[in-house]
């Protein structure tokens, strides 16, 4: 039940914006839960590119224009209907206000019960399906956090609907799982869910129309083709026309060898060192750029840059970061701050300053190695 998400929406919300096609069907349930809000809704045709400048009745039955409004609460239920979503949620930018927050209902393509009458060839779209007629683009988790951080949001809680999934496909599944050596409990957690439900932040950094980045030289090694293709490659960060040098190492020994490899054929000063399952989203480079910039006009002894790290500093190490994967790790501290060290997936350095592997360099390294570590 759709009523059910809106327990990690803050009690306090007073503006909130609908963009869905089930009104009358979300309308009664919000007014429950949130009886002091008011609330105005839209709904958009499926080729529609942005948040249309149109006059709306909200629930007290005033008219409000769309444009000239600010919402803390943004709940957006027809992203499947959206021939090209990005342009919107870019879009919504405009109308969220200071701390406001975008949730969005996605129904998961990977659920068991989409997947399993493909399978027999009996998939059939239906009114009472998750999957009917009207849905022109289709969501797993992964592709979902791939479009809204490209889009300018940065994902935050979700909470989800499941089923259980169990029986002669789900024991044949588990066990394809492992013999890949994929994490089985995960997928078949995932081929439980059909419905996730995301909090967003806006990221006010993609906006902020930041200078075009500083040319980079990315690092990775690669043992999966595939992996690095439908991954790192895929990055919007590499499309035509990039400022940028990648360079992947094959068949290396290890990974310090990958990377006194790759920093042979750098041609640029600022080096990435980068997983290659990793992605990264549209303006990643302009926004890590600017706040590199921005530590060393402030710092003079930076050794290591990355984006999640930890401070070991008294009993209890603390995590800080922005980083999507299997779960989300984010520590809400305003970026850049000072670490003790990074996570491996991600790190970034000066090649003028790089030490090297000869024996005789282990003053410079260790010289490296103590300066001061920041994420941004």
Known sequence: MFSNYFSIISTTVKNILIVSSEVENIAPSLKSHFPDAEYTCIDLASDADSIPDIVAVNSS????????????????????????????????????????????????????????????????????????????????????????????????????????????????????????????????????????????????????????????????????????????????????????????????????SALHTGIHYAVNDCIVWVHQDVYLPENWDRIFCHKIREIEHKHSDVGIFGVFGVNSAGENPVYSGYVVDRIIFHNSKRFPFEVHSVDECLFSFRKSEYPGTDPNELRLFASLADAKTWLD
Request: charged content about 20%; hydrophobic content about 40%; aromatic content about 14%.
């Open 61 to 256: 039955g005033v008219s409000v224009q769309i444009r000239n409004q600010k919402y803390d609460c943004i709940i957006m239920r027809a992203l499947e209907r959206l021939y090209t979503p990005s342009p919107v949620f870019k879009d919504l930018a405009s109308l969220i206000s200071e701390n406001g927050k975008l949730f969005c209902s996605v129904k998961n393509m990977q659920y068991s019960g989409i997947i399993e009458p493909l399978l027999i060839g009996d998939f059939e779209y239906s009114e009472t399906r998750l999957i009917n007629h009207n849905q022109m683009r289709f969501y797993t988790y992964s592709s979902f956090i791939k479009l809204i951080l490209d889009s300018g949001w940065l994902i935050g809680r979700f909470c989800h609907s499941s089923t259980e999934f169990n029986g002669d496909l789900a024991d044949r599944l588990r066990e394809y799982f492992k013999s890949k050596k994929m994490n089985e409990n995960l997928l078949m957690a995932y081929l439980s869910i059909y419905e996730f439900f995301f909090e967003c932040t806006l990221n006010n950094d993609y906006f902020a129309g930041l200078p075009s980045p500083t040319p980079i030289t990315f690092i990775v090694a690669v043992n999966n083709e595939r992996i690095f293709k439908e991954y790192l490659l895929a990055s919007p960060v590499f499309r035509k026309g990039h400022p940028h040098q990648l360079v992947p190492v094959k068949e290396a020994s290890s990974a310090a």
